[in-house]
């Protein structure tokens, strides 16, 4: 991730009002693809549109890998539904490209997440195939070391270690990575001049937490803050963490930097709230979701700050119109993992309806063309999670980070 001043960072909630982008058959994205053979492999992913007057519709098989049941199952069903909401979107305007999306569990198990994968190659069959996930980063390592070796394209929505995209050309990333949360959250403490001794807990048998901590410490004494304790937990199971509650308040932080997921966060407040002990709290996207938590008293994260690509109590007309979708659906906010998943799905379609000749495309060639057209530095995606995203050579998005706060039991845009 670029580094990011904090005007940027304080600007970039503003989502873009822009109407979604489709496919064009006038010529200005793409051309039609010209019709397929009985018998031939390309007959498999296209298909007779009777809505649209005969035009040839070429099918994108989009293969989404993520938990659904187990410990994580929040973050995976969040991207599924996220998702979901897209394809529906997409396939709505009936345009030459439609996405089928099937969607496998990998319990966020590595081994589970490659036997899905084998799944969806069986499923697709010769059609051409897209991997959507995988939604954690283990089995996300996991699956691209595959779809590398058999180059099939892969978009993450939140899978954020360097490790899942390093030395792969055929993966990216639609969340942002972990050391730029790192670096991006130390930059808005300097500048916001919060927390004058800063704690910081966090998971170090977890790559995303240890990798987001790792670099925030070290940018947080590059810039001169003080980081007066560090202290660690080994597993997200944890239930009792007044050892590294009682190092920070020892050590005199008043901001405490929680760069962990929302469940064992929500114990942190309840217990720091029980031993009177009252900094600030600061985390990153992980810990999105915890105002839906069953049973979760709002109270508690009252003044937490946390940094995140979404904030679903945004007033532009395209978060508005998600929110509803998500809530009637599902009868909850939806969170920045739920935007990724939606906005993967329209990064996959949008570049789909650039690529000419997509309807004659093996996995192979269209992970290829795939891959030239996100790298190549003129193809760009409007979404929920942010405007204008672009991607490097090294498959992470470039796009601003948004800073909440808990005010009143709602995220509002700092």
């Given at each position: 991730?670029?580094?990011?001043?904090?005007?940027?960072?304080?600007?970039?909630?503003?989502?873009?009002?822009?109407?979604?982008?489709?496919?064009?058959?006038?010529?200005?994205?793409?051309?039609?693809?010209p019709a397929s053979d009985?018998?031939?492999?390309?007959?498999?992913?296209?298909?007779?549109?009777?809505?649209?007057?005969?035009?040839?519709?070429?099918?994108?098989?989009?293969?989404?890998?993520?938990?659904?049941?187990?410990?994580?199952?929040?973050?995976?069903t969040a991207t599924q539904?996220?998702?979901?909401?897209?394809?529906?979107?997409?396939?709505?305007?009936?345009?030459?490209?439609?996405?089928?999306?099937?969607?496998?569990?990998?319990?966020?198990?590595?081994?589970?997440?490659?036997?899905?994968?084998?799944?969806?190659?069986?499923?697709?069959?010769?059609?051409?195939?897209?991997?959507?996930?995988?939604?954690?980063?283990?089995?996300?390592?996991?699956?691209?070391?595959?779809?590398?070796?058999?180059?099939?394209?892969?978009?993450?929505?939140?899978?954020?270690?360097?490790?899942?995209?390093?030395?792969?050309?055929?993966?990216?990333?639609?969340?942002?990575?972990?050391?730029?949360?790192?670096?991006?959250?130390?930059?808005?403490?300097?500048?916001?001049?919060?927390?004058?001794?800063?704690?910081?807990?966090?998971?170090?048998?977890?790559?995303?937490?240890?990798?987001?901590?790792?670099?925030?410490?070290?940018?947080?004494?590059?810039?001169?803050?003080?980081?007066?304790?560090?202290?660690?937990?080994?597993?997200?199971?944890?239930?009792?963490?007044?050892?590294?509650?009682?190092?920070?308040?020892?050590?005199?932080?008043?901001?405490?930097?929680?760069?962990?997921?929302?469940?064992?966060a929500s114990l942190i407040?309840?217990?720091?709230?029980?031993?009177?002990?009252?900094?600030?709290?600061?985390?990153?996207?992980?810990?999105?979701?915890?105002?839906?938590?069953?049973?979760?008293?709002?109270?508690?994260?009252?003044?937490?700050?946390?940094?995140?690509?979404?904030?679903?109590?945004?007033?532009?007309?395209?978060?508005?119109?998600?929110?509803?979708?998500?809530?009637?659906?599902?009868?909850?906010?939806?969170?920045?993992?739920?935007?990724?998943?939606?906005?993967?799905?329209?990064?996959?379609?949008?570049?789909?309806?650039?690529?000419?000749?997509?309807?004659?495309?093996?996995?192979?060639?269209?992970?290829?063309?795939?891959?030239?057209?996100?790298?190549?530095?003129?193809?760009?995606?409007?979404?929920?999670?942010?405007?204008?995203?672009?991607?490097?050579?090294?498959?992470?998005?470039?796009?601003?980070?948004?800073?909440?706060?808990?005010?009143?039991?709602?995220?509002?845009?700092?």
């Amino acid at each position: 991730m670029k580094k990011k001043n904090l005007a940027a960072l304080l600007m970039a909630g503003a989502m873009s009002l822009s109407l979604l982008a489709g496919c064009s058959s006038n010529g200005d994205q793409t051309s039609n693809p010209p019709a397929s053979d009985a018998g031939t492999q390309e007959s498999q992913a296209t298909e007779t549109d009777n809505q649209g007057g005969g035009t040839d519709v070429v099918t994108i098989k989009v293969g989404g890998i993520g938990p659904t049941t187990g410990d994580a199952a929040q973050y995976g069903t969040a991207t599924q539904w996220g998702a979901e909401i897209a394809v529906d979107e997409i396939n709505a305007q009936n345009g030459p490209i439609r996405l089928e999306l099937q969607y496998e569990d990998d319990t966020n198990s590595a081994d589970t997440a490659v036997s899905a994968y084998n799944s969806l190659k069986d499923w697709a069959k010769d059609a051409p195939l897209v991997i959507y996930g995988c939604t954690t980063t283990a089995p996300c390592v996991a699956v691209s070391t595959e779809t590398f070796a058999d180059r099939y394209f892969q978009l993450t929505p939140s899978a954020s270690s360097p490790e899942v995209t390093n030395g792969k050309d055929n993966v990216f990333q639609m969340c942002f990575t972990d050391p730029g949360q790192g670096t991006a959250a130390a930059e808005y403490l300097k500048s916001s001049g919060l927390g004058t001794k800063i704690g910081v807990i966090y998971n170090n048998g977890d790559p995303y937490s240890t990798g987001i901590a790792e670099a925030f410490i070290a940018h947080a004494k590059e810039l001169g803050l003080e980081v007066a304790a560090t202290s660690t937990y080994p597993e997200d199971t944890t239930t009792d963490y007044t050892v590294q509650l009682n190092a920070c308040k020892d050590a005199g932080a008043d901001l405490v930097f929680l760069p962990i997921y929302y469940t064992p966060a929500s114990l942190i407040l309840a217990q720091a709230k029980q031993m009177d002990y009252a900094p600030i709290f600061f985390g990153g996207d992980g810990m999105d979701g915890m105002l839906d938590m069953d049973g979760f008293d709002k109270s508690l994260a009252e003044g937490l700050l946390l940094m995140t690509p979404f904030n679903a109590s945004g007033t532009d007309e395209r978060t508005k119109k998600f929110v509803e979708t998500y809530q009637t659906g599902h009868g909850i906010l939806p969170n920045q993992f739920a935007a990724d998943g939606y906005d993967c799905m329209y990064a996959i379609y949008e570049a789909c309806c650039q690529i000419d000749g997509i309807a004659d495309m093996d996995h192979e060639q269209l992970c290829d063309a795939l891959s030239a057209l996100f790298t190549g530095g003129d193809f760009s995606v409007d979404g929920l999670t942010g405007s204008a995203m672009k991607w490097l050579t090294t498959g992470e998005v470039s796009k601003a980070p948004v800073v909440v706060k808990v005010e009143g039991g709602v995220y509002v845009t700092q």
